[in-house]
């Protein structure tokens, strides 16, 4: 299994510089991609999704990348924030509707 | 909030116990998921419910299961508890059943003793 919690790869960032999150997914079938952010006491919040059609989506501050031939996904957030300190989540979704999770990046803003 | 209510929030209970966790999904969500968050784990896939019926079933113990009512709200219950069971459980809900967003509660934390 994958850890979380006191082993996760951890990412420290300056207060309005850009940050870049990376995950490697492991199922070339997978379809679906998901990014989750998850705050101490909190359940996973959804950021942003994408398809496997897709290679590039925006939202809001974020946006999310998708390398299918190297099985990479990254997410990249604009002038982060000291709210966006928290545990960010890949997952993975199949035509089997099992959701696998990454390990999770702890991500720590510092003013 | 997520509109993903779970109860209760902490649970304390003993070896050997059987514990009964519930979820109300987010209205007009059909689906309903459980995931299991421990430290040496991470977050992993349960079981799913669509509509009442199961749709997909992911690393879920014998000793635990689970069902989705008439009115969509969904209990996970876990028998015959063991130390290892200590975890976080999550409940997530979406619209239909497959290749969409997830939307999660802020869990139970169940604590065996």
């Known amino acids: 299994g994958e850890s979380v919690g006191l082993h996760l790869p951890t990412l420290s960032v300056q207060e309005g510089d850009n940050s870049i999150i990376n995950c490697a997914y492991s199922n070339s079938a997978s379809d679906y991609f998901i990014w989750y952010k998850q705050e101490s006491g909190k359940g996973p919040q959804f950021i942003i999704d994408?398809?496997?059609?897709?290679d590039k989506r925006q939202g809001q501050r974020v946006t999310v990348l998708l390398n299918k031939t190297v099985k990479h996904l990254s997410l990249q957030i604009a002038a982060t924030q000291p709210g966006d300190s928290a545990v960010y989540f890949c997952a993975e979704m199949g035509d089997n509707n099992d959701m696998r999770f990454g390990a999770g990046t702890r991500l720590t803003v510092k003013p | 909030d997520s509109g993903v209510t779970q109860t209760p929030k902490h649970l304390i209970t003993a070896t050997g116990q059987r514990v009964t966790l519930r979820c109300s999904p987010r209205?007009?969500?059909?689906?309903v998921y459980w995931y299991q968050q421990s430290l040496d784990q991470g977050l992993q896939f349960l079981i799913q419910y669509y509509n009442g019926e199961e749709r997909a079933k992911g690393n879920i113990l014998e000793r635990f299961s689970a069902q989705q009512f008439p009115d969509l709200h969904s209990e996970l219950n876990l028998s015959s508890l063991e130390l290892g069971d200590s975890a976080l459980y999550f409940c997530?809900?979406?619209?239909?059943?497959?290749?969409?967003?997830?939307?999660f509660g802020d869990g139970t934390r169940l604590s065996i003793l």
């Open positions: 997530a809900s979406s619209v239909g059943h497959s290749l969409e967003p997830q939307h």
């Open positions: 209205s007009g969500d059909l689906s």
């Open positions: 994408i398809r496997s059609n897709m």
